[in-house]
């Protein structure tokens, strides 16, 4: 497989060094792996704190700046960051206010950063964590014990974000983060497998003329594979496993979000069927938003996702935001 890289070692430190030259507003370390906005910590704002491994990008680091997150703790490809990173992170932004960690479910992260969370209190932050666990399509899989974290972490990070942009306090922040997350769902779909540096072929087999239904951001396997299917067929799959756990009782926030591979001409395609599924079933849409968000590298593919918002929740979501990978209003 080609790669536009040096060598497998150093793909992470060399995308800091390039981050940092691209976004001199933020803070990149690259030695420590921490990503920081270049105003942390804001006085009397809640810092928000996220990470994962690399290789989803812009998740998490192309999400750090006013209105969403603080900090990011990119970990190796595909790898949880280690508790050093956050406490470092937390300790970057912390004005006094407190520190929200938001964790995706999978194994290590959720070990790491409560570990990190201990460690920070040590040294006196506040910390509140929330989980996120949006995926609708296994309950366990290689990664996690339970439901994985995917598309959500998106909203979870930007709705918070805004909440903690105008001064909110910890216990407020924690909670509309939770209540995101508790009124999202995801399902992704692959259509190709992806290719870590490390390993430099493809991570699993996905033979020509099949897709995995249900992945998760790692390349998980989902709930079946099929034939291939069209984008229509997809899209009722897809929105159909969600609104089956999912009865949205208000308008939804709308991800139709590209895995890395997968082109926009494509991704608006799908995202008409999936508006059209919506409207079939009654779901009222407020806002949607299409491309490539929460990717696994090189993977052909998509995922839906969808946010359930009442009118507080969609003021924050509208709300001025500007960082590398998201920013409106500013």
């Known amino acids: 497989m080609k790669m536009l890289i040096n060598v497998p070692e150093t793909?992470?430190?060399?995308?800091?060094?390039?981050?940092?030259?691209?976004?001199p507003?933020?803070?990149?370390?690259?030695?420590?792996?921490?990503?920081?906005?270049?105003?942390?910590?804001?006085?009397?704002?809640?810092?928000?704190?996220?990470?994962g491994g690399s290789g989803h990008?812009?998740?998490?680091?192309?999400?750090?700046?006013?209105?969403?997150?603080?900090?990011?703790?990119?970990?190796?490809?595909?790898?949880?960051?280690v508790p050093d990173q956050m406490v470092r992170a937390a300790a970057a932004v912390d004005s006094g206010a407190g520190v929200l960690f938001i964790v995706k479910n999978y194994t290590g992260d959720v070990l790491n950063f409560d570990m990190a969370a201990e460690l920070a209190e040590d040294e006196g932050v506040q910390v509140a964590k929330v989980l996120v666990n949006d995926d609708v399509a296994v309950t366990d899989s290689l990664y996690t014990a339970g439901r994985r974290g995917t598309?959500?972490?998106?909203?979870?990070e930007k709705i918070a974000g805004a909440a903690a942009e105008e001064g909110q306090p910890l216990e407020r922040v924690a909670a509309l983060a939770k209540q995101v997350n508790?009124?999202?769902?995801?399902?992704?779909?692959?259509?190709?497998?992806?290719?870590?540096?490390?390993?430099?072929?493809?991570t699993f087999d996905l033979p020509a003329g099949e897709l995995?239904?249900?992945?998760?951001?790692?390349?998980?396997?989902?709930?079946?594979?099929?034939?291939?299917?069209?984008?229509?067929?997809?899209?009722?799959?897809?929105?159909?496993?969600?609104?089956?756990?999912?009865?949205?009782?208000?308008?939804?926030l709308v991800l139709v979000n590209g895995m890395g591979a997968?082109?926009?001409?494509?991704?608006?395609?799908?995202?008409?069927?999936?508006?059209?599924?919506?409207?079939?079933?009654?779901?009222?849409?407020?806002?949607?938003?299409?491309?490539?968000?929460?990717?696994?590298?090189?993977?052909?593919?998509?995922?839906?996702?969808?946010?359930?918002?009442?009118?507080?929740?969609?003021?924050?979501?509208?709300?001025?935001?500007r960082t590398p990978g998201l920013r409106w209003g500013m």
């Not at 995801?186 to 490390?198: E, I, M, R, Y």
């Not at 009722?236 to 939804?252: E, K, Q, S, Y």
């Not at 001409?265 to 919506?278: D, H, P, T």
């Open 11 to 23: 793909v992470v430190a060399d995308a800091l060094r390039g981050m940092a030259a691209a976004h």
């Open 25 to 51: 507003e933020l803070t990149v370390d690259v030695e420590n792996r921490v990503v920081v906005r270049g105003d942390a910590p804001v006085a009397g704002k809640v810092g928000l704190v996220s990470g």
């Open 57 to 81: 990008e812009p998740l998490h680091g192309g999400f750090v700046g006013p209105g969403m997150l603080s900090a990011a703790c990119p970990g190796e490809v595909f790898t949880s960051p």
């Open 151 to 156: 598309g959500a972490t998106l909203f979870v």
């Open 182 to 202: 508790e009124n999202s769902r995801s399902f992704g779909v692959a259509l190709s497998a992806v290719t870590t540096p490390a390993k430099g072929a493809p």
């Open 212 to 252: 995995e239904l249900g992945i998760g951001i790692h390349g998980e396997p989902g709930r079946e594979r099929r034939p291939m299917m069209t984008s229509g067929e997809i899209a009722d799959f897809a929105v159909g496993a969600i609104l089956d756990d999912l009865t949205p009782r208000n308008p939804v």
């Open 262 to 321: 997968t082109p926009l001409l494509e991704l608006y395609g799908f995202n008409a069927e999936v508006q059209r599924v919506l409207g079939e079933r009654g779901v009222p849409v407020a806002r949607v938003l299409v491309g490539n968000y929460v990717t696994s590298l090189d993977m052909a593919g998509a995922s839906v996702t969808l946010c359930q918002v009442d009118e507080e929740l969609l003021r924050l979501w509208d709300a001025p935001v």
